[in-house]
């Protein structure tokens, strides 16, 4: 694996906070390592070592050692790992999980008997609820990490949908509805903005 020389992180505020919670910060390091394109779970270890050891110059293949004594290459290594969820979003396979969620989606607004004027209104606010689900602005730089999680909150919500009728949703006012599904979003720890529709 080849390591952009460019590369440069200015410590800013944010990087400060991450860095006084290290478990917070190794958990970003595991959740941008799962969205890798390349990410196996059989390899996963051996990945993490070669990354950290690359970004390290070979000091070192322990995420605790370069996060406690190399935070620079630590940093350095946490910008390459984001902007590899970037790219990884428009691969084939980020791809088949839009569609998915584009599916699951309009299926769970079919089944709560939601009904729109025409086939691309549904999907458009198919999108929208994925974008809100998924806190991005754009559906196309959704990391395929946060479309999984999307598509099964909604094949969730689908499968729980009698569920949701036995609560009253599905007669429910749009603002009920948005809160409920906004609260069944929130049950899978998606963290969202309001849903204001």
């Not at 689900?133 to 909150?153: D, G, H, P, Q």
């Amino acid at each position: 694996m080849r390591v952009p020389e460019d590369i440069g992180v200015k410590m800013n505020n944010s990087m400060e906070k991450s860095r006084t919670s290290g478990k917070s910060a190794f958990g970003a390091f595991y959740r941008y390592l799962q969205g890798l394109e390349n990410y196996s779970k059989d390899y996963a270890d051996d990945l993490k070592c070669s990354i950290i050891s690359e970004f390290s110059g070979g000091r070192t293949t322990s995420l605790k050692t370069i996060y406690e004594d190399y935070p620079q290459e630590y940093f350095r290594m946490m910008e390459w790992l984001k902007g590899q969820q970037t790219r990884a979003a428009y691969t084939n396979e980020g791809e088949t999980w839009r569609r998915r969620v584009i599916a699951a989606i309009c299926s769970y607004l079919d089944a709560t008997g939601r009904r729109f004027d025409s086939k691309g209104k549904k999907i458009s606010y198919a999108i929208t609820m994925a974008c809100r689900s998924a806190n991005c602005k754009s559906f196309n730089k959704i990391s395929v990490t946060a479309l999984r999680r999307v598509y099964n909150t909604f094949g969730f919500l689908k499968k729980d949908e009698a569920a949701l009728d036995s609560k009253g949703y599905m007669d429910a006012t749009a603002k009920e509805w948005n809160q409920a599904v906004q609260r069944a979003l929130e049950s899978n720890n998606i963290k969202t903005e309001s849903i204001n529709n």
